[in-house]
Structures are given as structure tokens and as C-alpha cells.
Nanobody
Framework: QVQLVESGGGLVQAGGSLRLSCAAS????????MGWYRQAPGKQRELVAF???????NYVESVKGRFTISRDNAKNTVYLQMNSLIPEDTAVYYC???????????????WGQGTQVTVSS
């Protein structure tokens, strides 16, 4: 079974930085699109950043210029570098990926367990 394991969350002051990592493991054939979502208390989950298998990226407007998504295909890992953090960034961050499992043809969508990011003022 494919799993996504996240790390890198924590508590930082406004203006600080964090780097989130999400590593996929298991019976992986190939990984297509990957992304980071976040969900604040009482809010809907929103897409923060997206990266395609070819490296194209997209960001929600509120994080443009501050966050950078990247991937290391050799390590089956996606990263989210978060700079100039503000309290509004406080949320649980979830990794998401479309992965073609070995011996299958269609990709399957997977979610990480979530990692808490808290930004204090």
C-alpha cells in the first residue's frame, strides 16, 4: 500500500520559515501531480500549492512570493518551503499526490496525515 508521510511542521514566530516534506513509499509505479493543502479551524481545506510531474507550479494568491513547492522524483518527495510566515498561515497542512501503483494503469489519489503549522505574532 502507498503511504504519504509528512514532516517539518511546528511553531514559529511571524516572519520565520518552515520547510515541509512529504515522502511517498510503497508499491509506487510513478507519481503524477503533487500538492499541499491546508485547513484552518472552522475553515474549508484549500489548495496551497501544486506541482505537476513536469515541474509546473501553481499557488494560491495569498502565498505567492512567500512559498515554494518543489519535488525530488528520485526520493518520491515533495517539499513546501514557507518563508515570511504570518499568523494567517496557521493550519494543518496536508500532502496530496496522484500515484500510479505498480501493476495498475490509472493513478490513485493519496493524502498525508497532516502536520500542524502554527505562526505566532
Amino acid at each position: 500500500q502507498v503511504q504519504l508521510v509528512e514532516s517539518g511542521g511546528g511553531l514559529v514566530q511571524a516572519g520565520g520559515s518552515l520547510r515541509l516534506s512529504c515522502a511517498a513509499s510503497g508499491s509506487i509505479g510513478s507519481i503524477n501531480d503533487m500538492g499541499w493543502y491546508r485547513q484552518a479551524p472552522g475553515k474549508q481545506r484549500e489548495l496551497v500549492a501544486f506541482i505537476s510531474s513536469g515541474g509546473s507550479t501553481n499557488y494560491v494568491e495569498s502565498v505567492k512570493g512567500r512559498f515554494t513547492i518543489s519535488r525530488d522524483n528520485a526520493k518520491n518527495t515533495v517539499y513546501l518551503q514557507m518563508n515570511s510566515l504570518i499568523p494567517e498561515d496557521t493550519a494543518v497542512y496536508y500532502c496530496n499526490a496522484d500515484i500510479r501503483v505498480k501493476f495498475t494503469r490509472r493513478p490513485t489519489n493519496y493524502w498525508g496525515q497532516g502536520t500542524q503549522v502554527t505562526v505566532s505574532s
